[in-house]
């Protein structure tokens, strides 16, 4: 039987993609866009898996790529496109739910520490009691995406967990940028915004926007945003790759809480943002921005998500979903 030409052609790109991503000495690692990937900036930057690579004996050739939403990292993850991707907790552990017996997703290692604020142009909005049909909550994936799921939890707590769901019916999917513009013009439906940095900074400025609630006032203090996570595949084959790569997450976290000013630097010129330095010196010197890479109150989501029927499988703690070499950090 014979294939068409580029039936061929595309059978041996996909098998060439998937030998780039699973072979020792080669990574290719998928970031998303804001502050939240600074750790990922500085690697990058730097080039530290190369330099903790050679340490060994080994030239690591690293692949980086941006993409926008956690559906798209997770499809590409589990069709061995790319080696390790990055989101936030909850479509994370939504990944290690879904694959647990299979491909087996774990986390790597925590990106930071950051809030994610609820803010409202809505006068009459000071807590979540006070939204009505009538509002509208902006966030980059409704009823799934980190924002939605940090919602939820709350809601669970305030009217039970047989109406977590309560908001989803007044949250509309839009990204950051978007939202943030909204807001702060003023006069769309988009009343309400889920913001991660920097964005809820940018819209605080305006004096017609306020703060309701805060992430962290959600999951009882400071807790991850986003992590990074790969398949037992990736783990278990490339033990020198990984090694490498976890290494060089720990020595950018060191640098950036040594070397502040030269972080922001560093977040401009790789993200090629066109924030004023000071601007982004502020955010990355607020002390409610940790960019550890130690889990905090992932362990929050697990369980919660977990009471309330999205997660199938109930981990016993933060180290079920993390691969080992995690737990020489502190973590939860």
Avoid: C
Avoid at 140 to 152: C, E, V
């Amino acid at each position: 039987m014979q294939f068409p030409l580029t039936r061929l052609v595309a059978g041996l790109a996909l098998a060439s993609a998937t030998l780039l991503a699973q072979a020792e000495g080669r990574i290719s690692i998928a970031q998303q866009f804001g502050i939240g990937y600074l750790v990922l900036d500085v690697v990058q930057d730097q080039k530290l898996i190369e330099k903790h690579g050679k340490a060994q004996g080994l030239d690591i050739d690293v692949d980086w790529s941006q993409i926008s939403g956690a559906t798209a990292m997770n499809e590409a993850l589990l069709a061995n496109a790319l080696d390790v991707v990055s989101a936030g907790v909850p479509p994370m552990l939504t990944l290690w739910d879904r694959t647990k017996g299979r491909q087996n997703v774990k986390a790597v290692a925590a990106l930071g520490s950051l809030p994610n604020y609820l803010i409202s142009n809505n006068p009459k909005v000071k807590t979540l009691k006070d939204l009505s049909d009538k509002d509208r909550i902006a966030v980059p994936a409704a009823g799934t995406g980190f924002q939605s799921r940090t919602l939820q939890i709350e809601t669970a707590k305030l009217y039970g967990k047989d109406d977590f769901k309560r908001f989803d019916n007044i949250s509309v999917s839009l990204a950051h940028p978007d939202a943030t513009a909204a807001l702060m013009a003023g006069g769309s439906e988009i009343n309400t915004h889920f913001s991660s940095a920097p964005f809820y900074y940018q819209a605080l400025e305006n004096k017609a926007v306020h703060k309701v609630i805060s992430s962290y006032d959600i999951l009882g203090g400071p807790a991850t945003f986003n992590v990074l996570y790969t398949t037992q595949k990736f783990h278990d084959e490339n033990p020198k790759t990984y090694k490498a790569f976890y290494a060089a997450l720990v020595e950018a976290s060191q640098w950036i809480k040594a070397n502040k000013p030269k972080a922001a630097e560093t977040f401009i010129r790789v993200q090629k943002s066109k924030l004023p330095l000071d601007f982004v010196r502020k955010i990355v010197e607020d002390p409610e921005n940790d960019f550890t890479i130690s889990p905090f109150r992932t362990y929050v989501y697990a369980d919660e998500l977990n009471k309330l029927g999205v997660l199938k499988n109930r981990a016993a703690s933060w180290k079920d979903y993390f691969f080992e070499e995690a737990y020489a950090q502190p973590g939860s």
